[in-house]
């Protein structure tokens, strides 16, 4: 890999993309890690003498939606980690005229695109489309770790036509996923939650044979429960017919499901205090702790019980931890419990998919690049 920190250019008057995972809900900004770790690749360069601009997506729109721009943002990045450096906003897509005020910004300069899913190219890692970004800048950097499982063209194709690196906090990312994969101590404990059943699940068989026990929460322990016939109303799960039947299929010991819940409107939204005795009581014989995705619907303080009640047991415990998912390390981080983790990944799925050994185009690509 291609490390911005090993790299011998010289940055002085050049323009630097830089790929920022800028994916956060409205209203979470304060104690949102993503928002946190963009600054060190920014000082990097900008001690350089380079001029940066920052690039990012924010939801899935398909076209230009208002709501999902990237305007305020910048306004909240420069009231706080970029009051000393403010960031300019670029809020059209004339490529030409961005191309001019790039060249004409002074040294240390820091831009910020509109939000790059306004285009359709972007998701479909059209190469027109990435070429049109590359010509922009004279080099690439990939800071967005919690991306990089999407081929995408600011992060896929746009590696191919430019200079390209890997920014530190995708470095920070890659030697933390890459030193638990190597000397994960056992007992191993998995903890899986947050409203994306579907991954999890997938997460889950990759990891059957390594993992010594698996606790669930959220919309993978309803789909669980449902599994067993287990009345579950209209809870959140996945409802695919294979995973029915993996479900069936596997011998579950090792799968720790919720023995009590908190029930709102016919659905499961937080593990009960039962469970929260049964999940501690794992957590202590644990060696490893990797957790992803809430326990329960935790931006509604009263089903935010369980995941603060087990966030509070791993920061008691000694085992090595890593906690993944822009959710669950920011309310990590409301909770000023972060100091206590081992290491907070700003990836959601892409953390999991690193940790299954899937080939991510994001690090492939910049595996490939020149
Ligand atoms: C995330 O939040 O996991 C990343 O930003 C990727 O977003 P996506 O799932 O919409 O591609």
């Known amino acids: 890999m291609n490390y911005l920190t090993k790299s011998k250019e010289n940055f002085k008057n050049k323009i630097c993309l830089v790929r920022v995972d800028l994916n956060i809900e409205k209203g979470q900004e304060k104690d949102s890690l993503r928002l946190n770790v963009i600054k060190p ?4 360069l900008t001690k350089r003498g380079a001029k940066i601009l920052l690039l990012s997506h924010r939801g899935r729109p398909i076209k230009k939606d208002r709501k999902q721009s990237l305007g305020l943002l910048a306004r909240y990045l420069n009231l706080h980690q970029f009051k000393k450096q403010p960031i300019k906003f670029i809020s059209h897509f004339d490529f030409k005229k961005i191309k001019k005020r790039l060249k004409a910004a002074p040294l240390k300069s820091v831009f910020l695109m509109e939000n790059l899913r306004f285009f359709p ?4 890692n059209s190469r027109s489309f990435a070429k049109k970004l590359a010509d922009l800048g004279d080099y690439y950097v990939n800071d967005a770790f919690a991306v990089s499982h999407r081929a995408n063209a600011s992060i896929a194709a746009i590696a191919s036509f430019i200079k390209s690196f890997a920014g530190l906090q995708l470095e920070k990312e890659i030697k933390n996923l890459n030193g638990l994969l190597k000397k994960a101590e056992k007992p191993v404990i998995l903890i899986l ?22 606790l669930l929460g959220g919309g993978i ?8 016939k287990l009345p ?24 720790i499901q919720p023995v ?21 009581r794992y957590i202590k014989i644990g060696r490893t702790i990797v957790w992803n995705g809430p326990l329960g619907l935790i931006e509604t303080a009263r089903f935010a019980k369980g995941t603060k009640a087990i966030t509070e047991k791993i920061s008691q415990h000694k085992a090595f931890s890593i906690v993944g998912g822009g959710e669950t390390a920011d309310f990590i981080i409301k909770l000023k419990m972060d100091k206590k983790i081992g290491f907070l990944s700003t990836g959601g799925g892409a953390m999991l998919e690193y940790l299954s050994g899937k080939p991510m185009p994001g690090l492939e690509a910049l595996n490939k690049s020149h």
Do not use: C, M, W
């Open 121 to 124: 190219e972007e998701q479909i």
């Open 260 to 280: 009590d819940y908190v029930i709102n409107n016919k659905q499961i939204l937080d593990i009960g205090p039962k469970t929260i005795d049964l999940y501690s």
């Open 221 to 228: 322990a309803n789909t669980f429960l449902a599994a067993q």
């Open 193 to 214: 939650g947050g409203g994306k059943p579907t991954d999890k699940i997938g997460f889950l068989k990759a990891f059957f044979l390594k993992a010594d026990y698996f």
């Open 41 to 44: 690749t920014v000082d990097f």
């Open 232 to 255: 579950i109303g209209n809870s959140l799960r996945d409802h695919n017919k294979k995973t029915l039947a993996f479900i069936n299929r596997i011998n579950r010991r090792k799968i």
